[in-house]
């Protein structure tokens, strides 16, 4: 029986008994996009999969078989809620690149860097507390806030990042209406989905004005060391300890499939994270976190992270050189010097939501702008990934994808609006269909 | 710098602005104990910690070569939010063993069964909402249940499990006042602490009571296979699809370092567990799951259960006669017929919390009955753990505690009360004494 006949035979008898909470969960527009578009002859420019297929599986393999016989009974045994000693000290020397002087004792081990974002989240979010994010933000982290009843108040960035006058200005408007501001998300180094960097000169702005707003700052890094050109941002935490909250991730720079990530935090917020992480889990899995340490331990790490760098420029640079070629010339973009993502912004008109059942079906998938705002804005921009496909397969959907906006702008031009083809809802590509095959 | 000191000269510049629900956070008993407990000359019979010395290292290493070498890159991927359908296909047929016919597609894997607690809380909880918890009832979970701001409404359990009439007078009592019961949280099988089963002829009343009431039943069964005789009890989820959600744990029957538990749930109520794991995690740890995958199919598991059961019965066989031998004649206990806990009552005017520190001098541990209740009985109880220590080692734990037992005793003879002697504070286990050494 298929989930979509299953789902409508039969009635919610709970309907009236979830949390009021429960309502802010939605299945996100990346999650339903993930069953169509993972089909094969789809090119996905929609997800957010790191390419993995280069990690030294005899490395791997042979760091966990000595862990096995050496440490078994302690891998697969509960741990600290906190996380191992032994990682924490590693993550403290990861951190070390970016700037970072930290102890490991306020480092707290997570199930990925979501499920930090998530105890961060649980620790300070009252309903109706203001979260301030960058305009757009990362759908998965808007997801949590909106779990947690959280308002979200978007703050306008440019091609050098959040900008300090907006961030300022949304500040007072926030205050100004009697509103709490618990804290600030943002992810500095290539951004997910806008694709760029904040500024240099701008970091110790954003520091001086959520320190004179005493406004907590979440600074989000999974992407920090994969800079195209090799070089290092220096971290927001690495000049103010006690005003930020530092979230890393294994998940970019090694594999995501142990979820691992972490929070660095002043020391008495992270009492707190571990006794949230306790109630959560009892503790992160023992097992992931000492094949972590292992293979930190064992190889060059950083020369594989070099490596994905190295990969992940030449698909950046494939995508570019697509987008150039292929795509109508009232088409913009930014050029990413890092990370996994371009923000692709629409002509005037075009709503890429409604769009996308017709990209699917000519074979190329990508995530609307909306997924990544609060507030219902991003209709006419897109965020394309260039981290999993083959530099080909990139190129070959961008070409579809120019193919499918062409014959929007022409539809639109000949009949005006493509309002008369309804919008569609996530929901939708739970059920299977053959238009989109 | 140690710990303390650490915390003592820094203020929490945070205190003011963390979520309401961050107050329920408090260091549990048992958490504050394991610093201390976990010294080698301590015995501890505190922690729940499975005994997994006698696992296949050489299976488990060779499951998990195998998993890199033929399948690396997708354990090291992310993966589903729901999990695995090869682990979830598996996780049926485990509780096929309990009478369960399920469909793998109304499970939800999670990190461990504490994070099914977690979510399923966290999609019906709002503030104030009541869950129905046997008295005494498991702490992880009370702990969940604080720190999503729920009332906890404790009902009385005897020899043969939670009682019937106890149940309905809770709830009439609970509705009386206006109150909303989301659901009953039970530990049918070997329960934790109370070390008691619900009898048969009990579980169809158990059923029919909150059938009738409309409140769904979570039912935690991490114990379920452990039964000393082999017999394995009906889960309450066999008998009722629609009103149980039933969580599972592969903890106790192969390791808890994977961190792998799961949910089956009413298949609506799944939907919102598979969106809350999203949430929570993205996805659990792929490679945890296939490990385990794995395990269950190259080894015959259940044959290891089963010479698990064979060494807890024997552990509960030495805690059992030393307790005959040594305790005090006024101490009244329960001999369990599986899991890892028994139940010990003390004579009336003892308190196990304030008499645990001197046990703790006497090189023995325990939890206090009080960390098991949401309101502050349980005074004079304790859980005593057979799972970890050998038989030896709880003989004389259980030795060394029938000497301080006794002390205390005559202390109160002689001197009319132990209240002289202030009650300690978990949280003043954190700072190591030399009195403990």
């Known amino acids: 029986m298929s989930d ?38 789809v090119v996905s420019l929609a997800g957010g999969m790191p390419n993995i297929s280069d990690l030294p599986l005899d490395v791997v393999g042979k760091g966990i078989a000595d862990l096995i016989a050496h440490d078994g009974p302690v891998a697969m045994q509960y741990g600290s809620g906190q996380g191992t000693p032994e990682l924490r000290e590693q993550i403290c020397d990861v ?50 806030f909106r779990a947690y009843e959280a308002d979200m108040v978007h703050v306008e ?88 909250i530092y979230l890393g991730s294994f998940s970019k720079t090694f594999a995501p499939g142990f979820r691992v990530g972490w929070a660095l935090a002043p020391h008495a917020v992270r009492e707190k994270l571990v006794l949230a992480q306790e109630s959560a889990t009892l503790c992160p899995s023992a097992f992931s976190q000492m094949a972590i340490s292992r293979y930190l331990e ?53 709503d890429a939501k409604a769009m996308l059942p017709r990209a699917v079906t000519a074979r190329v998938a990508y995530v609307p702008g909306t997924a990544f705002f609060a507030d219902g804005f991003g209709s006419s921009s897109m965020r394309l990934s260039f981290c999993y496909p083959t530099p080909e397969r990139i190129r070959e959907g961008v070409r579809r994808l120019a193919g499918v906006l062409e014959a929007e702008m022409e539809l639109r031009e000949t009949f005006g609006a493509t309002g008369t083809i309804p919008a569609i809802r996530a929901s939708d590509y739970d059920a299977p269909s053959n238009d989109l095959s």
């Open 298 to 350: 064992n190889h060059d790490w950083l020369g594989q992270v070099e490596a994905f760098r190295t990969m992940y420029k030449e698909r950046r640079d494939a995508m570019i050189s697509a987008l150039e070629d292929f795509m109508p010339a009232a088409c913009r973009w930014n050029v990413p010097t890092g990370g996994f993502y371009v923000w692709v912004t629409l002509p005037q008109g075009i």
């Open 95 to 144: 951190m070390r690149l970016e700037g970072i002087e930290a102890h490991p004792d306020d480092i707290v081990v997570t199930v990925g860097s979501q499920q930090a974002v998530d105890l961060v989240t649980r620790i300070f979010i009252d309903p109706g507390d203001v979260v301030l994010v960058e305009a757009p933000s990362y759908l998965g982290a808007l997801g949590v």
């Open 157 to 244: 960035m440019d091609e050098h990042g959040l900008i300090p006058e907006a961030l300022e200005q949304a500040i007072a408007a926030t205050k100004a209406a009697g509103r709490t501001i618990k804290f600030l998300y943002t992810i500095p180094n290539y951004h997910n989905p806008a694709g760029i960097s904040l500024s240099e000169e701008r970091r110790p702005e954003i520091l001086r004005i959520c320190r004179e707003a005493d406004i907590l700052i979440l600074e989000d890094n999974p992407y920090g060391l994969l800079g195209f050109d090799g070089r290092i941002h220096r971290a927001l935490r690495a000049d103010e300890a006690e005003g930020v």
């Open 4 to 41: 979509i006949s299953r789902r409508s035979t039969r009635l919610d008898q709970y309907v009236d008994r979830y949390a009021a909470r429960t309502e802010g969960m939605k299945a996100s527009e990346v999650r339903a996009l993930f069953s169509v578009a993972s089909r094969p002859e």
